[in-house]
């Protein structure tokens, strides 16, 4: 069965303490993880697709890795604007995304 | 990136009223296009998968006969809440890709409240 399990739940940081959040996941071939940003009362906003393990990709101060089993999304000096949910979702067969619960990251000024 | 857009925003309606909400993509067509449902601090979870020209295809426990969905188009899917009553009170979001198996774009998500 699909999972996708994010940790931590939430994650307060001071602006500019950087930290990286986790998305492990266990599927039946994997055709894409994704890691989107949701801020409240929105719909996710893209961010980035990892395809094989050992990929990396980076966006300003976002950088997100991919293994076999699990993803990191680190996070470099983070500001307060950064605060938002963040969701790892997995695509397997058909489709559609399969998404993990999320972490909730604030960033204190 | 790609732009889908939701309408309404935000709905409050009387138990046993019927809701309609529209997804549009924008700038692309989509022939498969996927409606989510959110509850507070919980992730995001798939309804249904809405396929122009033919019947939508509904997740397990997802009653097909209370969230109609009908995509007459290639850029407009709707989801409409029947009979809708306040355990379907509910953020809804729609999503569609540009091409298959690559990054899904999300609409803004409609808050209902049903009353």
């Known amino acids: 069965e699909d999972q996708v399990t994010q940790s931590p739940e939430a994650l307060r940081l001071q602006e500019g303490e950087s930290s990286s959040l986790n998305c492990s996941y266990t599927?039946?071939?994997?055709?894409?993880l994704f890691w989107y940003r949701q801020d409240p009362g929105k719909g996710p906003e893209f961010l980035f697709t990892?395809?094989?393990a050992g990929e990396e990709k980076e966006k300003e101060r976002l950088k997100a890795t991919l293994t076999k089993k699990e993803s990191f999304l680190h996070i470099t000096a983070p500001k307060p604007e950064d605060s938002a949910t963040y969701l790892c979702?997995?695509?397997?067969?058909?489709?559609?995304?399969?998404f993990g619960t999320g972490t909730r990251l604030t960033v204190i000024p | 990136g790609a732009v889908v857009s939701q309408h309404p925003s935000w709905v409050i309606c009387k138990s046993g009223t019927s809701v309609k909400i529209e997804c549009r993509s924008l700038?692309?067509?989509?022939?498969?296009m996927f409606w989510y449902r959110q509850f507070p601090k919980q992730s995001l979870m798939l309804m249904a998968t809405?396929?122009?020209?033919?019947?939508?295809?509904?997740e397990q426990g997802v009653e097909k006969d209370k969230f109609l969905i009908n995509h007459a188009s290639l850029t407009l899917s709707t989801l409409t809440v029947t009979s809708a009553h306040p355990e379907d009170s509910s953020f809804y979001i729609c999503?569609?890709?540009?091409?298959?198996?690559?990054?899904?774009?999300f609409g803004q998500g409609t808050r209902l409240t049903v009353v």
């Open positions: 979702a997995i695509q397997a067969g058909a489709n559609n995304l399969f």
């Open positions: 700038d692309f067509q989509a022939t498969t």
């Open positions: 599927v039946s071939g994997l055709r894409g």
């Open positions: 999503s569609a890709s540009v091409e298959p198996n690559t990054e899904a774009f």
């Open positions: 809405s396929n122009e020209g033919s019947k939508a295809t509904y």
């Open positions: 990892l395809y094989s």
